[in-house]
C-alpha cells in the first residue's frame, strides 16, 4: 500500500480539475529534458538518447495500480504488442506514469511491460509537455523526438483521439529513418 493507494488520493485531488494543456511543446522545438526513475532500477534522462536514437514519449493515464483509464490501458496493451515494431525502427519507447514507484512496479509486474516504465507521481513531466488533466489524473499525450533531441510529433488527448494509433507512430518513426 502507498501514500496513492485508491482513488482519493493526493494526486487526484491536485489534477481534479479539468484543464487543457498549457505551453505544449510544438512540433520542430528541442523537446524539454527531465530525469525519472525507472522501474526495476536507475534513472532515464531524455537527453542521454539525443544523438543515439529516436525516443517515442507516451504519457500514460493510470489513476491507482488497479485502476486504469479506459482509453490508456487498451494503448498500453497495443503498444507492448507493437514494441518490437518501434524497436525495428531504430527507436526507444519510454511510458510515462503519474503513479509513484510501488504503484508502478505492480503495474509492470501484472502487465509484464517489455519497455521502460517511468514514474512521475509529482506530475512534473506531464506539466512540462503540458498534457493537461481532468478527474484526478494527468490527460495521456504521445510525442515523437528525433536522433537530435528535436519534437517531430505530438498528440494531445480529445474524447474523439484519446491517443496516437500505433500504426501512426509507426510511419512517423518511419520517416525519421
Known sequence: MTGNTGLFNQRFAKNFIPLPGFQVPEVGQLAPDFTLPRIGGGLVRLSDYRGQQPVLLAFTRIFTEKLFCPFCYPHI???????QDIRDRGAELLMISSTDPVQSE???SDLNLPYPFLSDPDCTTFRL???GQALGAPLPAQFIIDREGRI???HLFTFIDSNAEPDRILKELKRLG
Open 152 to 154: 517531430t510529433y505530438r
Open 77 to 83: 496493451q497495443d503498444l507492448k504488442q507493437r514494441y
Open 106 to 108: 505492480q503495474i509492470v
Open 129 to 131: 509537455y503540458g498534457a
